[in-house]
Nanobody
């Protein structure tokens, strides 16, 4: 059973940066497709970015392109989300997710980490 644990959230001023981490255990992490999502209060969960196991496929949502960077360290079973130039509208609970395939649903989710950006 794959387990994902996010960390690194917190309170930051607009224009600041945060780096989220997602540690994976219980699966063949290096072959898995990993992604970050977020959900703001009263809104649907939003896809942000994904990275393939081999790191050769990376996608970003337009809302974060140029500000957020996804990366992974397969030796540490960890995926990261570097967030720069944060805006108040980035305030949300951030989740990492994993799947074995490069398409389809993400069956594995972390518990989420809160990011709050003050204006």
């Amino acid at each position: 059973q794959v387990q994902l644990v996010e960390s690194g959230g917190g309170l930051v001023q607009a224009g600041g940066s945060l780096r989220l981490s997602c540690a994976a255990s219980g699966g063949t992490f290096s072959y898995g497709d990993m992604a970050w999502f977020r959900q703001a209060p009263g809104k649907e969960r939003q896809f942000l970015t994904r990275i393939s196991g081999s790191k050769n496929i990376i996608y970003y949502a337009d809302s974060v392109k140029g500000r957020f960077t996804i990366s992974r360290d397969n030796a540490k079973n960890t995926v990261y989300l570097q967030m720069n130039n944060l805006k108040p509208e980035d305030t949300a609970v951030y989740y990492c997710a994993a799947r074995a395939a490069i398409s389809g649903e993400y069956p594995y989710w972390g518990q989420g980490t809160q990011v709050t950006v003050s204006s």
